[in-house]
């Protein structure tokens, strides 16, 4: 197994650039989710399928190219003619590429665990880079406040015991980037329950901060 990521089995054999494939399969080459099946190239959710190229969401099959079945001798000489364009583009063996990828680099595990990428050498590779600032879907009407102000929300009581006023709840925060969130409540019973301040910025940040630490 080369290049592997979540895959694999005690019957699992021959995986290379394989996401999330199980399930007894074996020669599973540049796939994602892929289970119980054998010799499959550039293919996203199949199960119990063998012989199949470019193909998604198939069950049960065999000898297929883009979904479509062929006899076993058509599919061979296709496949061995799409390989050798393939292999004079330089492509073959490679995982898909960064331009089919719909989600913006900077918003993917891969950043939040190491955010030393450059935008400039994102891009290059074809993925797509955000640089808005993240923002929810917030109506017009909404009490919005910023993060500065969370103090006036939490604090000791008169008992020494630490508060958060469950008001909090119905407010978007806004941090000092202009990222908005909000805290619900289960996160407000955790904070309450550990005595913890309410966070002044982004989830995605604080993630962030995670792997930093």
């Known amino acids: 197994m080369y290049d592997v990521v979540s895959a694999g089995s005690i ?13 007894n399969s074996t020669h599973v080459y540049n796939c994602m989710n892929i289970t119980w099946s054998s010799n499959i190239y550039y293919s ?12 998604i969401g198939l069950k049960n099959k065999s000898y297929c190219i883009l979904n479509k079945q062929y006899t076993r001798e058509e599919w061979y000489k296709k496949v061995n003619e799409i390989f ?14 960064g331009t089919m990828n719909p989600y913006y680099f900077n918003d993917t595990m891969a950043y939040l665990i190491d955010d030393s990428f450059t935008k400039e050498g994102i891009e290059q590779e074809g993925y797509l880079w955000r640089d808005d600032v993240m923002k929810a879907d917030i109506p017009s009407n909404a009490d919005v406040i910023s ?9 000791y009581d008169m008992n020494g015991k630490w508060s958060i006023n469950p008001i909090i709840l ?44």
């Open 11 to 23: 019957s699992n054999d021959g995986f290379y650039g394989a996401v999330s494939t199980w399930g």
């Open 44 to 55: 996203v959710y199949l199960s119990n399928c063998s012989f199949c190229l470019w193909c």
């Open 84 to 97: 050798k364009t393939m292999e004079v583009s330089g492509i073959l063996g490679k995982f898909f590429p």
């Open 147 to 155: 993060n500065k102000d969370l103090q006036h929300y939490q604090g």
């Open 170 to 213: 119905k407010k978007v925060i806004q941090d000092e980037k202009g990222n908005m969130y909000r805290i619900i409540p289960m996160e407000l019973q955790f904070l309450q329950k550990h005595e913890l301040s309410l966070p002044e910025i982004h989830r995605l940040d604080r993630i962030k901060l995670g792997f930093r630490s």
